[in-house]
């Protein structure tokens, strides 16, 4: 079935390590791709979007490219900062008659250390 | 801040109770959609109203109900409550409702406790 499956957590990084959080989707056709962050005590946040094949998302420093041919569209920053820990979920848009939902991988919580 | 403000916050409550949780959506969205965000399931989708009528139903058991007013805001009733019910319920609206790509903007959502 349709499904996004994210790199799993806790992940600890050190302030200005490189960051990569893998996300891979199931889906069909190629759908809209999303990153989500969740700081504690804060609702969803949209980090960033692709919405077709080979296009670079990009936000405060994250990146996370569509690779139609790999499913993926993992997450990257080249240099993380304390104020990045928080759960960062990977999304895609599904459409169903006119109708549209997100289905969410199961979030990596990361944390970056001083 | 969002624009999506979900009221209460917090809700503790026992087994076999009824709870309401509301939402009211970003101005002028006509959009509302209901998650769940629980350990186990991670971030469901359960429902999504557009313009007062009911547009997609996701994992939604059918102990829940919600609906959407005249004036856009939203409530999610939860009956019957369980244990595994506990979750945090997250809301979101979004301009449209049709195929066309619409950005959704997530409140900060409602913690239940079932004890």
């Known amino acids: 079935g349709n499904s996004v499956t994210q790199m799993e957590g806790p992940v600890t990084l050190s302030e200005e390590a490189f960051l990569t959080i893998n996300c891979t989707y199931t889906?069909?056709?190629?759908?809209?791709l999303f990153w989500y962050v969740q700081y504690p005590g804060e609702g969803l946040q949209l980090l960033l979007k692709?919405?077709?094949?080979?296009d670079k998302g990009s936000n405060k420093g994250f990146e996370a490219t569509y690779r139609k041919e790999t499913t993926s569209f993992h997450l990257e920053k080249g240099s993380v900062q304390v104020s990045d820990s928080a759960v960062y979920f990977c999304?895609?848009?599904?459409?169903?008659?006119?109708?549209?939902?997100?289905?969410f991988g199961q979030g990596t919580r990361l944390t970056i250390n001083p | 801040d969002s624009g999506v403000t979900q009221t209460p916050k917090h809700l503790i409550t026992a087994t076999g109770q009824r709870v309401t949780l509301r939402c009211s959506p970003r101005?002028?969205?006509?959009?509302v959609y209901w998650y769940q965000q629980s350990l186990d399931q991670g971030l469901q989708f359960l429902i999504q109203?557009?313009?007062?009528?009911?547009?997609a139903k996701g994992n939604i058991l059918e102990r829940f109900s919600a609906q959407q007013f005249p004036d856009l805001h939203s409530e999610l009733n939860l009956s019957s409550l369980e244990l595994g019910d506990s979750a945090l319920y997250f809301c979101a609206s979004s301009p449209g409702g049709s195929a066309s790509y619409n950005e959704q903007f997530f409140g900060p959502g409602t913690r239940l406790t079932v004890l």
């Open positions: 999304a895609y848009r599904s459409e169903i008659q006119g109708a549209q939902k997100l289905v």
């Open positions: 889906a069909t056709g190629y759908p809209s």
């Open positions: 109203y557009y313009n007062g009528e009911e547009r």
């Open positions: 692709a919405t077709k094949a080979d």
């Open positions: 101005s002028g969205d006509l959009s």
